[in-house]
């Protein structure tokens, strides 16, 4: 982290809990901000993966088994 990262964190632990949290919020909120190009990407590969399904060269997983390989035990 740099210096300036740091002084600002140095700074927000001072802060009530509340403000922290609406702190927190905040930046989290800022990377949620639409970015085209990422979502340009995104469009491409899910292209390109409905593409080689259709063509056999990739199978579905059912979504239980998808969901079952994240769940904690």
Do not use: C, F
């Not at 409905?50 to 390989?69: D, F, H, N, S, T």
């Amino acid at each position: 982290m740099d210096h300036i990262a740091s002084s600002i964190e140095s700074q927000a632990r001072k802060l009530p809990p509340l403000a922290r949290l609406e702190l927190v919020d905040a930046i989290l909120s800022s990377l949620d901000e639409p970015n085209q190009e990422i979502d340009r990407l995104w469009s491409q590969e899910a292209e390109e993966r409905l593409a080689a399904y259709r063509r056999g060269e990739m199978k579905a997983i059912p979504l239980a088994e998808v969901l079952a390989k994240y769940r904690t035990p």
